[in-house]
């Protein structure tokens, strides 16, 4: 029982965090003009690219997360991700009435909340790994005169 709580719950909650990464990998594969539509349709420059690159992030990251191979580096990765692709590509507030499930912006809205909820999970994930406090003990000896 303490295995479970010390060791299967944290695994299961990393699992639960990036299951859905895979899926929208295999999603772009199946959907490729569907996919690289919609990269073309934000504000960043080059969506082929920008397309593979997310699917690299999507496809690697995650068994990353999972096994602990460098997965605060992953989850610093991955949440970055998630925040670019929630502040460009669900910009809700730009669409009349964002609020009203009529408005063309309602499901951005959810789209990009689920996004920041997911940056979170990884933050969390981040800390856990150590990862953050690796990244301030660095910035800690940066700003130590010599």
């Known amino acids: 029982m303490n295995w479970l709580i010390s060791d299967g719950l944290p695994l299961l909650a990393r699992v639960f965090i990036v299951w859905i990464f895979p899926f929208s990998f295999l999603d772009k594969v199946i959907n490729w003009n569907s996919a690289l539509k919609q990269a073309r349709s934000g504000v960043l420059p080059g969506g082929p690219v920008l397309l593979v690159l997310a699917m690299i992030c999507e496809l690697v990251t995650p068994p990353m997360i999972v ?9 610093f990765v991955l949440a970055g991700y998630c925040a670019v692709t929630g502040l460009v590509y669900h910009a809700f ?3 009349p009435r964002f609020w009203s499930p009529q408005s063309e912006g309602y499901p951005h809205i959810w789209d990009f909340f689920k996004n920041f909820g997911l940056v979170g999970g990884l933050i969390l994930v981040m800390y ?3 990862f953050i406090l690796d990244v301030g003990r660095v910035f800690a000896r940066l700003s130590t005169p010599i």
Do not use: K, M, Q
């Open 128 to 130: 856990t790994s150590g």
């Open 67 to 75: 096994l602990g191979i460098y997965d605060g580096i992953a989850a």
């Open 93 to 95: 507030w730009t669409y």
